[in-house]
């Protein structure tokens, strides 16, 4: 009994912290708030931090609305018409504001063989101008996005009977978010240079 | 002629190392707004119906999921479950981290969230128990291929979004048989491995009584399966309502057992969801818009018209692909690859009269391959940073399994039936 018992034990490995995981991710923003003015990192860190809350809480309603339906549908036989539109709505927000995060994260994939093998002064202004192409892309979007808004306040949202622009104003303001994110990127890039 | 200058714009950005989504729409973007003076609206259109989707939800929920499951205690209770039906064979634990990845294959549907959560895990175990790290690290890499090849796979999402008109639920079905080949081909390579280097320590059986709690502990996790892939194929779930469900029926497991599961757990999961989730969403929606120019262009069908006058058949043409794929799945992760190449080549292999299931597993089996093999690969990045075994022992531990896995793949190109078959019997 005692050897069985203090095999398991030893086999019951604790969950794994996603911390180790995602460190990256974590150890990124820390890196990058330690290098940014006092001012300018408190305001950062708040939206950094708004942001991710307003993602979980996206998440665990699309989550719950989906599940409800299922629940109402099969258990009540009374279909909610509007859950699969609502999902929908916040399935563009949670992904255009969560894209903003995944930029600080340095989560988006990038082919890095290349400048991986530039000396270091080259890489450096090499990385530089790849923030600058993420930031002329999104101030294309924003264009773009702001051009749709009009038909879109003009359109309804046929599932959900409001008007289409809400949906649709993600992607300007999720490209804005972007192009802020882009842009704390490349002034921590600068002030590498000058140090 | 604007065309190549599109295409120009998306080399010199990948090569300077813009993260992919972003070369590909501002190639396209720039092409839209000033080579063509188009409209902005379609721009933006086009991304937004790209994101708008609600298969598309199934992404951040089985990611979540794939968290969830281990911070609810169900996978640390699988392995050890695990550990005392295999642990009395010699490579006991290298046949635990096949088998219990093939079964959480079923839950989680990215290999990516599979070496986060359930990897470290195995590779603590294993190594605990007298395995060499490399040949740890290797394993746990390929055996966490299985995860997005038998269903549920957020892969098989994307591939059949970006495509378009293709069954989800047919895919899921295609995979399940080729998901087990590579795990009984692992299984096989495991047992010559572990008895060849005499690895591990052989355990005694458990206790009745231990064994009988255990497999209660296991039994809510070994349901989640059972919901899911059953949700699905019997047709009383979407895809996305299915996934939906496993996070609801995870929460409430994991607020009912021991360490309860905590808010914390919740926001993490959603938060790292939300980040991986993402990526793939400016992917598709960067997609969305090259692959509307490439349409509105003709070169999809041009390009067609080229192999088809090369006359090679269609197995020629699925060789080809696979080639290329292996190739390019060396230099880039698989999502990027099948964003940008699945809708191109995907309509070339219908005019072949190859099916849209069959092609399609092809396809992603292949990408997926290209997670570890180096010099890019992103499990092996993973796997390298968690255990600290630098990349090139580790992508020649794991050169045995890409083996195994490109021939699984050449069998499923001259046999149909190995992916066709299971959806055709139960009817998809």
Known sequence: MSTSDSRVSAAVVP???LEEADAGGRRRLGEQWARLPLAWRRADAGLVAATQWTLCLVGVLFAAMITLEVVSRYVFSFSIYFVNAAARLLLVWFFMLGAGIALRHGAHVGFELLTA???????????????????????????????????????????????LGWPVLAIPVGFAFLLYHA???????????AA | MTLAVIGLIFFATIVIGVPIAFGMGLAGSTWILFFQGMEPTILARRFYYALNSFPLLAIPLFIMLGILADRARLLPHLVVWLQMILGRLRGGMAYINVVSAMLFA???????????????????????????????????????????????????IIYALAVGNVSVGAMFAAGAIPGVLFGVGFLVMAFVTTRRGRYGVVQPWPTSR?????????????????????GIFSGVFTVTESAAVGVAYTVIVGLCSKPRLRWKDVYDATLYSAVVSAVAG?????????SWILTYNRVTQDLADLLLSLSVGPIGYMLIVVVVLLILGMLMDAVPIMIALAPLLAPIAKQYGISDVHFGLVFVV??????VTPPVGIILFMTSSITGVKLEPLSLAVFPFVVWMTIVVILMVFFPPLTLWLPKLIGL
């Open chain 1, 15 to 17: 969950p794994v912290e």
């Open chain 1, 117 to 163: 093998a530039l000396p270091p002064r080259a890489r450096r202004v090499v990385e530089l101008v790849a923030l600058v192409a993420v930031a002329v892309f999104c101030i294309e979007m924003i264009y773009a996005g702001l051009h749709a808004m009009g038909p879109a306040w003009a359109q309804s949202e046929p599932g959900l009977g409001i008007s």
């Open chain 1, 183 to 193: 842009m704390v990127m490349m002034w921590l890039r600068l002030r590498a240079d």
């Open chain 2, 106 to 156: 079923g839950i989680s549907g990215t290999a990516v969230s599979d070496i986060a959560s359930l990897g470290r895990t195995l590779i603590q175990l294993m190594t605990r128990a007298g395995y060499p790290m490399t040949y740890s690290a290797a394993l746990t890499s390929a055996t966490s291929i299985i995860g997005p090849i038998i269903p549920p796979s957020v892969a098989m």
């Open chain 2, 210 to 230: 231990d064994f009988f709690r255990q497999t209660l502990r296991v039994i809510p996790l070994l349901a989640l399966p059972v919901i899911i892939a059953g």
């Open chain 2, 282 to 290: 400016m992917l598709l929606g960067a997609g969305a818009i090259v």
């Open chain 2, 366 to 371: 292949t990408c997926l391959i290209g997670l």
